[in-house]
């Protein structure tokens, strides 16, 4: 037989031993519920610092010379811009300015026995009012209305003696045939407005 007391004294003690147990199992749960808590922001913190990486921008249709490095470009020269293309069938020359005809002038070519020569050369020398030597007997013609060169010179040939070039002339009757000892004749005014679209060093091309 048990004694009644003793008993009871046995049930309090076992009662207060689960209410421990009880107490000490919440404060773990409570425990690892903090400290999941505390890692779940810092997770959260994290992905927040990744970089936002994006799709790269890929150039539209038609546009590639945006991304694309290109090579510069040479600076225009403003000599070479412009060019003179002498027909001699045509008895005419043209000027040409990026490619494109700005302005043709009817012309008098070298004749038989003293033709123009062809090939490509440049304007070497450009003379305002110029005085002419006759080559035969050494005269000089001065500036004026009887200077059988004009009031524009403009040579582009020389073989270390003579030289070609374009020029007026008093005898505008003779323009668009074959007159000259090889230079190119033209209308005075014509003579004129051709000297202000070139410069020492624009190309001539004489063409057949």
């Not at 970089?51 to 945006?66: D, I, Y």
């Not at 470009?73 to 070479?80: G, L, Q």
Request: charged letters at 15%; hydrophobic letters at 40%.
């Amino acid at each position: 037989m048990v004694n009644s007391k003793f008993l009871f004294n046995k049930l309090i003690v076992v009662s207060l031993s689960a209410v421990a147990l009880s107490v000490a199992l919440q404060q773990q749960a409570a425990a690892a519920n903090s400290s999941n808590s505390a890692i779940a922001p810092q997770g959260l913190t994290s992905e927040a610092e990744l970089p936002n990486l994006q799709a790269p921008e890929l150039p539209p249709l038609g546009e590639p010379f945006r991304y694309i490095p290109q090579e510069p470009k040479p600076p225009v020269n403003p000599i070479e811009e412009v060019r003179l293309v002498l027909k001699l069938r045509e008895r005419r020359v043209y000027v040409y300015r990026q490619n494109k005809v700005q302005a043709s002038f009817p012309v008098a070519v070298g004749k038989g026995g003293w033709e123009t020569p062809t090939g490509n050369f440049k304007v070497m020398q450009m003379i305002k009012d110029p005085v002419w030597q006759n080559p035969w007997t050494g005269e000089l013609i001065p500036a004026g209305p009887d200077n059988p060169l004009g009031s524009r010179w403009m040579g582009f040939w020389t073989d270390g003696k003579n030289v070609i070039g374009f020029h007026g002339t008093p005898n505008p009757e003779s323009i668009g045939g074959a007159a000259s000892h090889g230079c190119v004749r033209m209308f005075d005014k014509d003579a004129q407005a051709l000297f202000d679209k070139v410069a020492v060093g624009t190309p001539v091309i004489v063409q057949h």
